[in-house]
């Protein structure tokens, strides 16, 4: 039940939520709303968005209600995108030609050597999913550009 397109129900952290509308309107596209539509979605949800956002964007009517979670078969739980391992950078000979750079896999610094957002962006860029970077990084959550989030960070001053 509940979907398709034109009667679309999601279910997030066992509450069910008509997204029928809101689907076409989703910064994210609309296609991630549609193609979960009738299914738990909170797999797909949870990396992306805070777990409280439905009930401050939404209309409480929009709630339909709790599911119970011994309803919910395993056809009908969204799943994840795979973990795509990060693609490897094609090593490259020198100028010379002799030798070969080797590449090494990214490794978090620690938290006491992150000195600016700039630091924080970077470790972020390398180890989110592709799509949450995607949505994070464009300032969809509220609809302003990278630029003027930029801008509005380096008014900020952080100290060690």
Known sequence: KHNKKEDCWIVLY????DLTKFGKVHPGGAHLIFENAGKDATA???PIHPKDIMEKLLKPSLTMGNVDPASI???HIA???EKKAAAKKVPTKSDAGAAVAEVEDF???????????????SVARETM?????GYYSSGG??????????MAFQRITMRP
């Open 14 to 17: 066992g509450k069910a939520y």
């Open 44 to 46: 797909v949800f949870d």
């Open 73 to 75: 078969t395993a056809e």
């Open 79 to 81: 799943k994840a995108p």
């Open 107 to 121: 490794v978090k610094p620690p938290l006491a050597a992150m000195l600016n957002t700039f630091d924080f962006e």
């Open 129 to 133: 999913e592709p799509q949450a970077w």
């Open 141 to 150: 959550d509220d609809e302003i550009t990278l630029r003027d989030n930029h």
